[in-house]
């Protein structure tokens, strides 16, 4: 069973930056496809970024576009999201999830994914 372990979250002032790993145990994620969520308090799950296990191809939601960036790591087990001028507004619990997806240049942003982590707590604020 694929289990998938967020870290990287915490309290950071408007305008910086933090990293989001998003790491499996005993499993390579290479041929899976990785979404990144988050879910703020009274709101619904928010799809916002995602990567396709073939030719790494990435889609962004436009709340996050030129501001988060979704990678792979070198250690194969891993995949990162980067965000950089955080906003208040991008306090929630940031979640990522995986769908075996071996050869396929698509992903996908709705919570579709058969596997989840318990997420990680990113606050935003002065």
């Known amino acids: 069973q694929l289990q998938l372990v967020e870290s990287g979250g915490g309290l950071i002032q408007p305008g910086g930056s933090l990293r989001l790993s998003c790491a499996a145990s005993r499993f390579v994620l290479n041929d899976y496809a990785i979404g990144w969520f988050r879910q703020a308090p009274g709101k619904e799950r928010e799809g916002l970024s995602c990567i396709s296990s073939l030719a790494g191809n990435t889609l962004y939601a436009d709340s996050v576009k030129g501001r988060f960036t979704i990678s792979r790591g070198d250690a194969k087990n891993t995949v990162y999201l980067q965000m950089d001028s955080l906003k208040p507004e991008d306090t929630a619990v940031y979640y990522c999830?995986?769908?075996?997806?071996?050869?396929?240049?698509?992903?996908?942003?709705?919570?579709?994914?058969?596997?989840w982590g318990q997420g990680t707590q990113v606050t935003v604020s002065s």
């Open positions: 999830a995986a769908n075996w997806s071996p050869y396929s240049r698509l992903c996908t942003m709705l919570p579709d994914y058969h596997h």
